[in-house]
């Protein structure tokens, strides 16, 4: 749910599965989090799926070039954006 979530809301995010990587691990117990799903979103934590919270943490969206598909990232709630793409130099408008 929490990847579908985030996909849905075109959220960039690298997943760590604390059962294979050992310091993804440490990290959680460093910081005393035993609950996952876990958000780690700037200095902020979010344990378990709260939508709402990390909506709000999260400052961007991933936008995709409309014309050579490279996907970037562009903040959130500036409204319509024109956008330049570095890939390709094209531009683009984008709701945020």
Avoid: W
């Avoid at 939508?51 to 995709?64: N, Q």
Wanted: hydrophobic share 35%.
């Amino acid at each position: 749910m929490a990847k579908e979530f985030l996909s849905r809301n075109n959220i960039h995010y690298v997943e760590k599965d604390v059962n294979q990587d050992m310091e993804a691990r440490r990290e959680l117990q460093r910081r005393r989090i035993s609950g996952v799903p876990t958000f780690l979103i700037g200095d902020d934590v979010v344990v378990g799926l709260d939508r709402e919270k990390i909506l709000r943490l999260v400052d961007h969206r991933l936008a995709t070039c409309v014309n050579c598909g490279q996907r970037l990232r562009v903040p959130t709630g500036k409204g319509r954006l024109q956008v330049t793409c570095p890939g390709c130099g094209g531009s683009f408008t984008v709701n945020t």
